[in-house]
């Protein structure tokens, strides 16, 4: 089992920065992948960004690319997600997610372990 705990989000302006936390406990291991996603009301799951404890490459989804980034601290088992130049569109609930088989793709079917999501609202 992996537990993964978020925090970090918040109400701010756009234009402003938010970084988000993700620590994660439990059954770890430096091949699982990681993933960023978020959940706006009445919207699907959405994918933000994704990689493994022990790669090299990140996954960034389009609407985010340029403005995100995905790092991680592989020490204190966190990754993070900065994201800067904040725009009302990314008002949503973010999630952490781990795969043990370490995937690191869009799809979130692939995810097996969650955390419980933080809130970020961004304002005009």
């Known amino acids: 089992q992996v537990q993964l705990v978020e925090s970090g989000g918040g109400l701010v302006q756009a234009g402003d920065s938010l970084r988000l936390a993700c620590a994660a406990s439990?059954?770890?291991?430096?091949?699982?992948?990681m993933g960023w996603f978020r959940q706006a009301p009445g919207k699907e799951r959405e994918f933000i960004a994704a990689?493994?404890?022990?790669?090299?490459?990140?996954h960034y989804a389009d609407s985010v690319e340029g403005r995100f980034t995905f790092s991680r601290d592989n020490a204190k088992k966190t990754v993070y997600l900065q994201m800067n130049s904040l725009k009302p569109e990314d008002t949503a609930v973010y999630y952490c997610?781990?795969?043990?088989?370490?995937?690191?793709?869009?799809?979130?079917?692939?995810?097996?372990?969650w955390g419980q999501g933080t809130q970020v609202s961004v304002s005009s």
């Open positions: 997610a781990a795969s043990s088989a370490g995937y690191y793709g869009r799809s979130f079917h692939e995810y097996e372990y």
């Open positions: 439990g059954s770890t291991s430096d091949n699982d992948g």
């Open positions: 990689a493994t404890w022990s790669g090299y490459r990140t």
